[in-house]
Nanobody, 120 residues
Framework: QVQLQESGPGLVKPSQTLSLTCTVSGGSITTNNCYWTWIRQPPGKGLEWIGNIAYSGSSYYNPSLKSRTSISWDTSKNHFTLQLSSVTPEDTAVYYC????????????WGQGTQVTVSS
């Protein structure tokens, strides 16, 4: 059973960089055909795909966030990270890490989510 757990600060100041880590257990992040994903949900809004990192190490980003987003991994620690720079209050959301398999956009494993608030 794959499990994902987000960690990181719950409060970030405007203009700073939001950094979150997703630790994966029960499977390797280099497993073939797996895509490790960040998704967020602002208050009162729907889910927004931020980007992912593939089993190959390649990263893909939402075009609307691409200029501010970086997703990387540490295979020795079996975790992947999200960095979102120059944050504003509009980046306030619950952030989820998740997994989906290649050829499908359906997520098969989710983290529990972590609230991040951008405020001075």
């Amino acid at each position: 059973q794959v499990q994902l757990q987000e960690s990181g600060p719950g409060l970030v100041k405007p203009s700073q960089t939001l950094s979150l880590t997703c630790t994966v257990s029960g499977g390797s992040i280099t497993t073939n055909n797996c895509y490790w994903t960040w998704i967020r949900q602002p208050p009162g809004k729907g889910l927004e795909w931020i980007g992912n990192i593939a089993y190959s190490g390649s990263s893909y980003y939402n075009p609307s966030l691409k200029s501010r987003t970086s997703i990387s991994w540490d295979t020795s620690k079996n975790h992947f990270t999200l960095q979102l720079s120059s944050v504003t209050p509009e980046d306030t959301a619950v952030y989820y890490c998740a997994r989906h398999l290649g050829g499908s956009s359906l997520v098969d494993y989710w983290g529990q989510g972590t609230q991040v608030t951008v405020s001075s």
